[in-house]
T-cell receptor, first 112, second 111 residues
């Protein structure tokens, strides 16, 4: 139990589907993150939220849309994805932006 | 951020200490050494970090050489559940989110 819970663990979606990934942290942290992990790139930072405000967006395509309704929840809304978007999507949280990260176990996404 | 070099793989017998080395010869004065690991089918897990003093927590110890050009992560009594890929990362203060993984060291703990 990492204190960061991601659902679903696995997701298969077609390129025309719309789906959402959910992340919940029970650690009282103020910052939350989305990362992408694939064989080509071991770890890529996608989005950073600090106190529910998006503070970083690393040139992520608009087909990925994050949402942070409160400090404990983070979503990643997906639409019209491409097969190359298949990867492990990891959510993480930290006490603040400079503190070590606590990761969830990820959502394994396959786009067909 | 400074680059790090780690051996690609190591073996350790269960119950023995696992000593994982990392070279970071270009580390600068305000950069910390972080260690994470990733067990198969799980997300990365933070282990420990330090600046120049040795550090210890419930998971491991971190020994940093006086010149800060290398460090060793010590798992004092390795178990089968410690089998994972271990990543040594150097990050400036306040940039913990700028995490990126190299190839790491694949530690195999055996009976």
């Amino acid at each position: 139990e990492t204190g960061v819970t991601q659902t679903p663990r696995h997701l298969v979606m077609g390129m025309t589907n719309k789906k959402s990934l959910k992340c919940e942290q029970h650690l009282g942290h103020n910052a939350m993150y989305w990362y992408k992990q694939s064989a080509k790139k071991p770890l890529e930072l996608m989005f950073v939220y600090s106190l529910e405000e998006r503070v970083e967006n690393n040139s992520v395509p608009s087909r990925f849309s994050p949402e942070c309704p409160n400090s404990s929840h983070l979503f990643l809304h997906l639409h019209t994805l491409q097969p190359e978007d298949s990867a492990l999507y990891l959510c993480a949280s930290s006490r603040d932006k400079g503190s070590p990260l606590h990761f969830g176990n990820g959502t394994r996404l396959t786009v067909t | 951020d400074a680059k790090t070099t780690q051996p690609p793989s190591m073996d350790c017998a269960e119950g023995r200490a696992a000593n994982l080395p990392c070279n970071h010869s270009t580390i600068s004065g305000n950069e910390y050494v972080y260690w994470y690991r990733q067990i198969h089918s799980q997300g990365p897990q933070y282990i420990i970090h330090g600046l120049k003093n040795n550090e210890t927590n419930e998971m491991a110890s971190l020994i940093i050489t006086e010149d800060r050009k290398s460090s060793t992560l010590i798992l004092p009594h390795a178990t089968l559940r410690d089998t994972a890929v271990y990543y040594c990362i150097v990050l400036s203060a306040g940039t913990a989110s700028k995490l990126t993984f190299g190839t790491g060291t694949r530690l195999q703990v055996t009976l």
